[in-house]
């Protein structure tokens, strides 16, 4: 496949309710459900960009920057940032929000690899992707080195 599409295309914003079930003792929300929302998020992100079935290959990073609680709003971003043969590299930025104050904090940034394939399960070509904001620009341009930090991990583990 030759042809890019820009980053823009396969956007995703998905807006939550934090719920108490959804949290800790200390009300704020369980890292595993944000993680479930997170490759939520980058399956649909991949799909529109793929248009066609995805897998989750690995999560290759997830940071917990601030804890987010019953009753805020997680704001969830994602857009594929960077392309292999089949598979995406898929940048998830989720935000809370606290209602009553307006007051909004990064939660988490995570990386995740999707691969794209058919009917089968087998993989699939992907277009490529390109950047027109300046946000896009630095994700996309440091994509090939989380790229080569992926194969050495992996070359690690085997």
């Known amino acids: 496949m030759g042809h890019s599409v820009p980053m823009?295309?396969?956007?995703?914003?998905q807006t939550r309710l934090v719920l108490p079930p959804d949290t800790n003792h200390h009300s704020s929300i369980f890292g595993?459900?944000?993680?479930?929302?997170i490759d939520e998020v980058a399956a649909i992100t991949s799909m529109k960009h793929a248009k066609g079935e995805v897998v989750t290959a690995s999560i290759d990073s997830v940071d917990f920057v601030s804890?987010?609680?019953?009753g805020d709003v997680l704001e969830l971003e994602g857009i594929v940032t960077c392309t292999g043969r089949t598979s995406m590299e898929v940048y998830v930025?989720?935000?809370?929000?606290?209602?009553?104050?307006?007051?909004?904090?990064?939660t988490t940034e995570s990386?995740?690899?999707?691969?794209?394939?058919?009917?089968?399960?087998?993989?699939?070509?992907?277009?490529?992707?390109?950047?027109e904001t300046e946000?896009?620009?630095?994700?996309?341009e440091t994509?090939?080195?989380?790229?080569?930090?992926?194969?050495a991990k992996r070359a690690l583990s085997h």
């Open 143 to 151: 994509g090939p080195k989380r790229r080569e930090h992926r194969k």
């Open 67 to 70: 804890p987010a609680y019953a």
């Open 111 to 131: 990386f995740v690899t999707m691969v794209a394939i058919d009917d089968e399960g087998k993989p699939v070509e992907v277009p490529g992707v390109y950047p």
């Open 135 to 140: 946000t896009e620009k630095r994700l996309f």
């Open 8 to 13: 823009s295309q396969s956007r995703t914003i």
């Open 32 to 37: 595993g459900r944000v993680l479930a929302y």
């Open 93 to 106: 930025r989720v935000v809370s929000r606290n209602l009553k104050t307006g007051e909004e904090r990064l």
